[in-house]
């Protein structure tokens, strides 16, 4: 499985609800527009198509930001606290 952070930019309030449901599905919300997902390659692939065909190219942006053990370890906040990384957890897609 590989971690990402998956953020975004949307311009239209129903595509934002898209986009995060589409992400939702595939990790789980650390800010408003910050997800992390821990998938395997082919999850991958089909969460950057899906996200893919939701956006307006011209005016939205999403980024995919690759994360590795040892970064998703050493990840702290400040203030509202975070859940703590735990290499274990899976994320389930139905």
Do not use: H, W
Request: charged share 30%; with cysteine; net charge neutral.
């Amino acid at each position: 499985m590989d971690s990402y952070l998956v953020c975004y930019d949307i311009s239209n309030p129903k595509r934002l609800r898209k986009v995060a449901k589409a992400c939702e599905d595939y990790g789980y919300r650390k800010q408003y527009s910050v997800f992390l997902v821990r998938v395997s390659a082919t999850d991958f692939v089909k969460l950057r198509s899906r996200l893919y065909d939701l956006i307006d190219l011209q005016a939205d942006q999403v980024l995919f930001i690759p994360l590795t053990d040892s970064c998703l370890q050493r990840m702290e906040s400040i203030g509202r606290p975070t859940d703590d990384y735990d290499k274990n957890d899976v994320v389930m897609i139905l």
